[in-house]
């Protein structure tokens, strides 16, 4: 903690899905740039909903999933 960590993107691949009024992404990919200047990416997102222009995490990554 207490670091600066820069935002460089984010990838969800291609596992997006519709059902109904709701499209499901993910699982999803975090990238950064560590203080080091390492680049470092963790999938930290199992899957995100979106509905009518309006996003929610429907369930994080954790080292079990």
Same mark, same amino acid.
């Given at each position: 903690?207490? %670091? *600066?960590? %820069?935002?460089?993107? @984010? /990838? !969800?691949?291609?596992?997006? %899905?519709?059902?109904?009024? =709701?499209?499901? @992404?993910? *699982? !999803?990919?975090v990238r950064w740039k560590t203080?080091?200047? /390492? ?6 997102i199992s899957k995100i909903l979106e509905r009518d222009g ?5 369930? @994080?990554? =954790? *080292?079990?999933?």
């Amino acid at each position: 903690g207490g %670091h *600066p960590m %820069h935002l460089l993107g @984010y /990838d !969800c691949g291609k596992g997006k %899905h519709r059902e109904d009024r =709701n499209t499901i @992404y993910g *699982p !999803c990919a975090v990238r950064w740039k560590t203080e080091a200047g /390492d680049t470092v990416s963790v999938r930290l997102i199992s899957k995100i909903l979106e509905r009518d222009g309006r996003f929610k995490f429907l369930s @994080y990554a =954790n *080292p079990l999933g």
